[in-house]
């Protein structure tokens, strides 16, 4: 069986053409169908529902909700577009505004990162990329060329110094990290660790490094922090995943060694799995909107011979 790769169902239309016309962004974010997704020190707005299963659900505003204290917000990002609806996000920067929507909406201010199992598809991206998008902005305010400071252009997707002999430009931007599953035979390589729950296990990662290409990084990642070598490399499939700027790229890949030796400061544990142990140790799994539960997934369910 081929399991259906999750992470291509972009619902957002990202309508980067539409950036640059200003009078279009300032009509579509104070209008009565715009969603407005509101931040405050990282967290994102967000109500828990209990029924008819427990969930974590996004609050959207609008610009009637924030018209009043628009001296407590942040300049409007334009992310997209949603079922019609243009949507976006600001920044919340005082605390008094914050408890009000609070307040208003029976709902707090959450890091997404424990809940986002808790999230539904849509807003598991629409929030992770206004998230996103604060933490880029918060990380720009200054020019690393020269110090000057920047100033949010193009509905919030470019930053450019302010000085007049500089003018450097600044792009959000994602780091290419690896993500691999090794196999050997009937086995797979899972690793922990220690800040994790208790039990989990996952597939190794890591950031791919200059001058390197991705199947590069996965032999070298491997080796550094289980000690296996590791022959032919296959890729599967990618992830957005902003926590806070990563791009996963999902890899399977043979073992050539399984004397497991682990890294300096990298894995807590490192061990083979069988399909059987995993299938009956579900808590061993990492969470269920991640690349690496796919991957770890499509091996089960599929025969993928060394």
């Known amino acids: ?10 619902t957002l239309d990202r309508s980067s053409d539409l950036r640059n ?52 917000v942040g300049y409007p990002i334009f992310m ?7 949507c976006f996000s600001v920044e919340i920067n005082s605390i008094e505004l914050a408890s009000q ?7 707090t201010f959450q890091d997404l990162k424990p809940v986002m199992t808790l999230l539904d598809h849509t807003d598991f991206e629409v929030l992770s990329l206004a998230r996103y998008m604060a933490f880029w902005h918060l990380r720009h305010q200054y020019c690393g060329k020269c110090g ?35 196999i050997s035979g009937e086995r797979c390589l899972l690793g922990r660790q220690k800040e994790w729950r208790e039990g989990m296990y996952s597939t190794l990662a890591g950031f791919v490094e200059p001058g390197e290409t991705p199947e590069e990084a996965v032999a070298r990642e491997v080796q550094e922090e289980a000690g296996i070598y590791i022959g032919e490399v296959e890729y599967q ?5 902003l926590y806070p700027n990563s791009l996963m790229l999902g890899f399977t890949a043979i073992a050539k060694s399984e004397d497991i030796m682990l890294g300096r400061d990298e894995l807590e544990d490192a061990r083979w799995f069988t399909r059987k142990e995993i299938i009956l140790n579900p808590k061993i799994l990492p969470y269920e909107n991640s690349i690496a539960y796919k991957l770890i997934m499509k091996w089960l369910d599929e025969d993928i011979v060394s």
């Open 148 to 182: 000057n400071i920047t100033l949010s252009y193009k509905a919030g997707h470019v930053r450019i110094c302010q000085s007049r002999s500089c003018g450097e430009y600044y792009f959000p931007s994602m780091d290419p990290a690896i993500i691999v599953l090794i």
């Open 101 to 107: 929507l609070c307040s208003q909406n029976n709902a």
């Open 237 to 241: 499939y990618s992830q957005s995943w």
């Open 21 to 72: 016309d200003k009078a279009w962004i300032d009509a579509q974010f104070k209008s009565n169908t715009s969603r407005i997704v509101p931040v405050h020190n990282m967290n994102i707005l967000c109500k828990s529902i209990l029924s008819p299963a427990q969930s974590v659900a996004g609050v959207y505003l609008t610009y009637q909700d924030l018209q009043h204290s628009l001296e407590s």
């Open 1 to 10: 069986m081929v399991m259906n790769n999750s992470f291509l169902k972009n």
């Open 80 to 86: 997209g577009v949603l079922d019609s609806s243009p």
